[in-house]
């Protein structure tokens, strides 16, 4: 379960030992705490719109050249919240269109980037 700007989304778990596998091919740094969740569709809409702002679609531009539609988007990855109890959360869309592994890798690099 994970909050998003107060609405709770129940999700599947990606496995932790497949995010530290991903870590390790990007950074040499301790594995920070991250959370990632594979969520329904529509759960994963409501979650990238509510949490969509400004620096996103920078980050878009400057990544893809142009902004992204919520449909097209496989994955995103914030900041988590106190009570999450952990310092990212992954996001990821239940129908992606990239592999899951492609998808760990890219957020992930998100955060070893400290894009975030």
């Known amino acids: ?30 594995f920070p705490k991250v959370k990632a969740l594979k969520l329904n569709d529509d759960d994963f809409n409501q979650a990238l719109e509510h ?10 531009i400057e990544e893809w050249g142009r902004t992204l539609s919520t449909k097209g988007t496989d994955a ?25 592994d492609e998808i760990i890798l890219h957020e992930l690099s998100h955060i070893a980037r400290g894009d975030l």
Not at 51 to 60: N, T
């Open 1 to 30: 379960m994970v909050s998003v700007g107060g609405f709770k989304m129940k999700g599947t778990r990606i496995p932790k030992k497949k995010l530290i596998t991903a870590w390790k091919t990007l950074s040499h740094k301790p």
């Open 51 to 60: 949490r969509h702002c400004i620096e996103d679609d920078f980050r878009e």
């Open 76 to 100: 995103c990855v914030f900041n988590g919240e106190e009570n999450d109890k952990a310092d990212f959360i992954i996001l990821v869309r239940e129908n992606h269109y990239h592999t899951i």
